[in-house]
């Protein structure tokens, strides 16, 4: 079985450099993004199993990124989101959740809540199952 790919975007470069670092040594596979456009083509082309969002990004937001995930999706398959953000007002977490992320992390972070978020996605997605797949 291949390793979960994960895809997280961040401007911040030192986060990304060092959160990627360690998201692979735990093991996973990691494509990395320095805008919201970048993590939207990343999307597409790289088909990541689960997703690392940062809201406030340059080209597009991680809020329109995710819009843009749930509205027309480029896989069959589910592709869980989990917002790591600055953002930590009661209404940006409220919006995260209604464009249907799946979990929401507010900065600064411990790496250790960002593996267990993706370990938890990892472990929902065989069990998750896309209309038409009941």
Avoid at 82 to 94: F, N, T, W
Avoid at 99 to 120: F, M, Q, S
Avoid at 122 to 129: F, G, N, S, V, Y
Wanted: hydrophobic content about 40%.
């Amino acid at each position: 079985m291949s390793p979960i790919k994960v895809l997280m975007a961040d401007d911040e470069p030192d986060v990304l450099a060092i959160m990627a670092k360690k998201i692979k040594a735990a093991g996973y596979d990691v494509v990395t993004a320095a805008d919201g456009q970048e993590a939207w083509d990343k999307i597409i082309v790289e088909n990541p199993d689960v997703i690392l969002l940062d809201i406030t990004m340059p080209k597009l937001e991680g809020f329109e990124v995710l819009q843009r995930l749930r509205e027309t999706p480029p896989s069959k398959k589910w592709q869980p989101v989990i917002i790591i953000s600055a953002r930590e007002e009661l209404k940006d977490i409220q919006k995260g959740y209604s464009l249907e992320a799946d979990h929401y992390l507010t900065k600064p972070c411990n790496i250790d809540d960002v593996l267990n978020g993706i370990r938890l996605m990892a472990q929902l997605i065989p069990q998750h199952k896309t209309p038409g797949e009941y």
